[in-house]
């Protein structure tokens, strides 16, 4: 009797999730934890981020494409992200004087990112994200893999959703990272201090350079544009124009950023491409 609950369990799983999913992951959905449960905390704006910093400079290239196949290998680099993990761990997330909205930024970026990393490599060699956040049960990346920060656990989506969001910035959604093809450019370097906002700029106008992320037909008097924007629209704007206000400044030409200060476009959304970001072999 077992055996069958177990074989039709796997076999609604192979129909529920076609592109993939670990026997391990589909058991229970049991959450992973990350860090350090009960560490001495520090102020967060003394968290150091040079660890990450030479681990992207490492494995990520200018596009943002990642070497998980290296990084994955590396036993070694494997523990440098781990530890540094740990250290995003003493960090306190109660207000002080010091950590202002720069480190408090930097900090949960990096977070975000590195922790999506820590979960691809948990699973590589996979071939996307979505393989693993399944719609009924088991292991959900975004749920379940948690990082502990200044005493309490934080989810991906806890991250994105009740922390960074909710700082007001919209150029965030140009810089976390979901492992994927559709998704911003993954910075390699490390968002710090006091350059984040530089970084935050930089990578929003990189962003709308990239054809999968953004088009402006003239003619037609429409743009094209990432299903983020479609996603957050709210973080941009209450409404089109104010959203193309928004944007404007980080559009590729002045025609574009002309024609959204007009509000003088129709909007349409591009197809999101959930393949993982994975630098392609040489």
Excluded at 99 to 106: D, E, G, H, Y
Excluded at 242 to 264: C, F, G, H, S, Y
Aim: a neutral charge.
């Amino acid at each position: 009797m077992n055996r069958l609950i177990v074989s039709t369990a796997m076999m609604f799983a192979a129909v529920l999730f076609p592109g993939g999913v670990s026997i391990r992951n589909a058991a229970a959905g049991t959450p992973v934890y990350v860090g350090q449960a009960k560490p001495q905390l520090v102020p967060m704006h003394t968290i150091d981020h040079s660890a990450w910093n030479k681990l992207l400079g490492k494995y990520v290239d200018s596009d943002g494409r990642v070497d998980y196949q290296g990084w994955h290998a590396s036993g070694e680099d494997q523990a440098l992200l781990d530890d540094y993990l740990q250290t995003l761990s003493t960090a306190s997330i109660a207000t002080d004087t010091k950590s202002t909205r720069s480190p408090r930024l930097a900090f949960w970026i990096n977070a975000y990112n590195a922790l999506t990393i820590k979960g691809i490599l948990r699973e590589y060699p996979t071939t996307s994200i979505r393989n693993h956040t399944p719609r009924l049960w088991g292991y959900h990346i975004w749920h379940d893999l948690k990082l502990h920060v200044g005493h309490q656990p934080f989810s991906l989506d806890e991250i994105e959703h009740q922390v960074l969001r909710k700082m007001g910035e919209p150029r965030i959604h140009f810089a976390i990272v979901c492992a994927s093809i559709g998704c911003p450019r993954l910075l390699n370097e490390a968002y710090v201090p006091e350059r984040v906002d530089e970084q935050l700029t930089a990578n929003a106008k990189d962003f709308f350079t990239r054809r999968q992320n953004f088009r402006h037909d003239v003619a037609g008097k429409r743009f094209y544009l990432s299903a983020i924007l479609k996603w957050f629209a709210e973080d941009f704007g209450d409404d089109q124009s104010q959203v193309l206000k928004r944007i404007a400044v980080w559009l590729p030409d002045e025609t574009a950023r002309r024609a959204a200060m007009d509000n003088a476009v129709s909007l349409s959304y591009l197809d999101y491409n959930w393949q993982l970001n994975a630098q392609t072999a040489r």
